[in-house]
Nanobody, 120 residues
Framework: QEQLVESGGGLVQPGGSLTLSCAAS????????MSWYRQAPGNERELVAS???????TYADSVKGRFTISRDDEEDTVSLQMNSLKPEDTAVYYC??????????????WGQGTQVTVSS
């Protein structure tokens, strides 16, 4: 059974930091591209950051220089270090996995989400 379990969300003041973690199980983690998405009320879900199987990261322009994504292929975890948080970073953050299946395409998995609120 494929599973992604997020942790680390919470309430933080503007300018503060949080680290989100995602524990994966039930699929080939080290072959998968791992991502963090977020969704604020009334908005569509958006990609925040990704890290591919070679540990190459990509970031949305809105978080470049503030967020860092990393993966641990020994522990099957992916983390998102968030610094200099802004009120507009407030959202539910979701862990996402894209497992390549060769000619059969890609399988995708989602976590249940964790709330991040940036407010004074």
């Amino acid at each position: 059974q494929e599973q992604l379990v997020e942790s680390g969300g919470g309430l933080v003041q503007p300018g503060g930091s949080l680290t989100l973690s995602c524990a994966a199980s039930g699929f080939m983690f080290r072959r998968s591209t791992m991502s963090w998405y977020r969704q604020a009320p009334g908005n569509e879900r958006e990609l925040v950051a990704s890290v591919d199987a070679h540990a190459t990261p990509t970031y949305a322009d809105s978080v470049k220089g503030r967020f860092t994504i990393s993966r641990d292929d020994e522990e099957d975890t992916v983390s998102l270090q968030m610094n200099s948080l802004k009120p507009e970073d407030t959202a539910v953050y979701y862990c996402h996995a894209a497992e390549p299946m060769g000619r059969y395409g890609t399988l995708e998995y989602w976590g249940q989400g964790t709330q991040v609120t940036v407010s004074s």
